[in-house]
């Protein structure tokens, strides 16, 4: 989440929100045998790719 809060410029609560509302931790879950072995840095690249994909905007 910290990794996210830099990269996308907002603060802790505004990005918990976005993650609840998006189902990023039900995500996480599912793919985590695959995610925990990238790096922090690509795992959020996945993240943000399923966050665009369901029509999110980062910025």
């Not at 998006?22 to 790719?49: K, M």
Request: net charge negative; charged share 25%; aromatic share 10%.
């Amino acid at each position: 989440m910290r990794l996210a809060q830099k990269r996308w410029r907002m603060p802790a609560v505004r990005v918990a929100q976005l993650f609840s509302e998006a189902g990023v931790c039900d995500y996480v879950t599912e793919l985590y045998d695959l995610l925990h072995l990238n790096s922090n840095e690509r795992a959020l690249d996945d993240i943000e790719t399923y966050l665009t994909a369901k029509g999110y905007s980062l910025c």
